[in-house]
């Protein structure tokens, strides 16, 4: 009998052990997932979190690309402002030079007209002989290109108008000052000793003038007559490179208008 009882009592005994470490595991497995749980909270969150930086980040970039394009767009429209105030000053300045020179030009036939007919000396013709000196210099408005010079031609974000800008000002412009410069240069030096030995300068208080110290002889000098053709064709020359740069002129300053339009 007591072998019995102490049969029982082991069986128990034993239950209550098995039943002790199921309910420790079971408890150890609820606090595990528990833990599980709130770290799968914490990561959403911490991942929500840099979802939320990066967004904001993104966003103050963006902002901040907007205002710098905001400010190189401004940038752009002062200096395409300036650059067609320039143009339309070039044209007008170009317009005025042809129409001077074309003046000139026939002002020098008529000297030639003279001495082929054998007219007397006139004051007119004195005055004509006085402007056959005056030079072909000619200088542009370049103040908006040096501007942009100094900014950077990348403002100009349109590739084809920049080309355009810089082939204008940097080489056409320049080209043909040089040149221009040069046959003006050329052209003085070669009548300065001729028109000195030939001819002397009356001032009075509205204008001046050449007279001729031997008219005879002057009219006769085939030297001074060649200089004269010559200053003719060397103004057929400028007044030529000139409607050149004037018609350039005009086209760059539509495109630059377009560009403007853009910004209307």
Not at 160 to 167: G, T, V
Request: hydrophobic content about 40%; aromatic content about 10%; overall charge neutral.
């Amino acid at each position: 009998m007591i072998k019995f009882f102490r049969s029982i009592r082991k069986d128990l005994m034993e239950q209550n052990k098995t039943g002790s470490s199921a309910d420790r595991v079971s408890h150890e497995a609820l606090a595990e997932a528990q833990t599980s749980a709130k770290a799968g909270k914490y990561f959403k969150y911490a991942i929500g979190e840099i979802i939320l930086v990066v967004i904001g980040i993104l966003i103050a970039l963006q902002i901040n690309n907007w205002n710098e394009q905001r400010k190189l767009n401004l940038q752009e429209k002062a200096l395409l402002e300036e650059l067609q105030k320039n143009l339309q000053s070039n044209l007008e300045i170009l317009d005025v030079y042809i129409t001077l020179h074309k003046e000139r030009q026939y002002e020098l036939s008529l000297v030639i007209n003279h001495f082929d007919q054998k007219k007397p000396y006139t004051d007119t013709i004195g005055r004509y002989l006085r402007n056959a000196r005056i030079g072909e210099y000619l200088s542009l408005t370049t103040s908006a290109f040096e501007s942009l010079k100094s900014v950077g031609f990348n403002v100009i974000h349109d590739k084809d108008l920049r080309m355009k800008i810089i082939e204008l000002f940097n080489y056409t412009y320049d080209q043909n000052f040089k040149t221009i410069h040069s046959i003006s240069s050329i052209q003085y030096q070669s009548t300065h000793e001729i028109f000195v030995k030939h001819l002397s300068f009356l001032s009075d208080e509205s204008n001046g003038k050449l007279i001729a110290n031997d008219y005879e002889e002057l009219i006769n000098n085939k030297e001074i007559y060649n200089l004269i053709t010559f200053r003719i064709a060397g103004k057929t020359g400028v007044i030529s490179m000139a409607s050149t740069l004037q018609n350039e002129t005009k086209e760059l300053k539509e495109l630059v208008q377009t560009a403007l339009d853009d910004y209307n």
